[in-house]
């Protein structure tokens, strides 16, 4: 079944330290996006790639880096510059088509804590 | 991008009951998405509306979107446990396909 995978599930990180989260996905989607949740808040865009070996940073993309090198993967590395990476980070894709829009597909997630 | 704020933030009703939850933006929108997120785990499209005025159905939930494309919502019929969750509206910003997503209204179906 196609689908996004995103390891690990949970991620302990010590101050100072960088981190990175993987994301794949095998549906053939052009689009992937990162976006970051905190409790009991809404989603805020860190960065996104609408195609490969090219991404945009979103509203909130200080602290944090990424790559595309390959259609299905957008690792996120949140660095020792991010103040308060503490999160639920969530990994997304989706086809958008020319002029059009699609739903986007989530992956499970990866909840991040600084210890 | 431009945020659109959801009301209520938290509602909490009897299993039987309905629900609606709204989106509202300041400026038109291009589209509107929703997707719900249970707890614990991650946001699931629903639907996606383009379209001034329109209306659409699945199952036990009803979507609308404004005439003037500036707020839009989600009403479910007869609330099920099942039910319970974050339900988020979302929408695009110009010809890019990144999404801003609102506030979230957490819904809370007791027996």
């Known amino acids: 079944d196609g689908g996004i995978t995103q390891s690990p599930k949970y991620l302990f990180r010590k101050e100072g330290q960088n981190v990175t989260l993987s994301c794949e996905q095998n549906?053939?989607?052009?689009?992937m996006y990162w976006y970051r949740q905190d409790p009991g808040q809404g989603l805020r865009l860190i960065y996104y790639?609408?195609?490969?070996?090219?991404?945009q940073k979103g509203d909130i993309a200080e602290g944090y880096s990424v790559s595309r090198e390959k259609k299905e993967s957008f690792p996120l590395t949140v660095t020792s510059a991010q103040k308060n990476p503490t999160a639920f980070y969530l990994c997304?894709?989706?086809?958008?088509?020319?002029?059009?829009?699609?739903?986007?597909?989530f992956g499970s997630g990866t909840r991040l804590t600084v210890v | 991008g431009q945020q659109v704020m959801q009301i209520p933030q938290y509602q909490h009703v009897q299993e039987g009951e309905d629900f609606t939850t709204y989106c509202n933006s300041s400026?038109?929108?291009?589209?509107i998405q929703w997707y719900k997120q249970r707890p614990g785990g991650h946001p699931v499209f629903l639907i996606q509306?383009?379209?001034?005025?329109e209306v659409k159905k699945q199952k036990r939930l009803t979507f609308q979107f404004g005439e003037a494309k500036k707020n839009s919502s989600l009403h479910i019929t007869a609330t099920q446990t099942t039910d319970v969750g974050t339900y988020f509206c979302?929408?695009?910003?110009?010809?890019?396909?990144?999404?801003?997503f609102g506030t979230g209204t957490r819904l809370q179906v007791t027996l």
């Open positions: 997304a894709s989706s086809s958008p088509g020319t002029g059009r829009h699609y739903g986007y597909t």
């Open positions: 549906l053939n989607h052009d689009a």
């Open positions: 790639s609408q195609i490969v070996n090219d991404f």
């Open positions: 400026t038109t929108l291009s589209n």
């Open positions: 509306l383009v379209k001034s005025g």
């Open positions: 979302a929408h695009n910003t110009g010809t890019a396909s990144k999404l801003t």
